[in-house]
């Protein structure tokens, strides 16, 4: 099979942003990871799991202040860690793990 012809999957953690266009509810983020949507824009930090990997998403993060990122295992642009399935993010995102300069994630 082409690489091209492989729908990618991502997930958006919006840590500031109002817009309608993002999910606010736990619920409904949470049936989006379970029905495979393609693209999920959401608020909810604690479904921003490891696991979302292993089904083919793309992790991205959009700080409060500062420019998005992703969460990738192995290396990771904005943490010194190297990250493993085993790896809790969203304690990791509360505590600070992730940061560049002058960035504000909330």
Do not use: W
Request: net charge negative; hydrophobic share 40%; charged share 25%.
């Amino acid at each position: 099979m082409n690489d091209n012809n492989i729908m990618q999957k991502s997930f958006h953690l919006y840590l500031a942003n109002d817009s309608t266009e993002v999910i606010h509810s736990y619920a409904k983020t949470k049936e989006a990871i379970e029905k495979d949507f393609p693209v999920i824009l959401t608020t909810q930090v604690m479904l921003c799991k490891t696991s979302l990997i292993e089904r083919g998403y793309r992790i991205f993060i959009y700080p409060k202040i500062g420019e998005r990122f992703e969460i990738t295992l192995g290396a990771c642009e904005c943490t010194d860690r190297e990250l493993r399935m085993c790896h809790n993010l969203p304690n990791m995102l509360i505590n600070g793990a992730f940061y560049r300069d002058e960035m504000v994630l909330f």
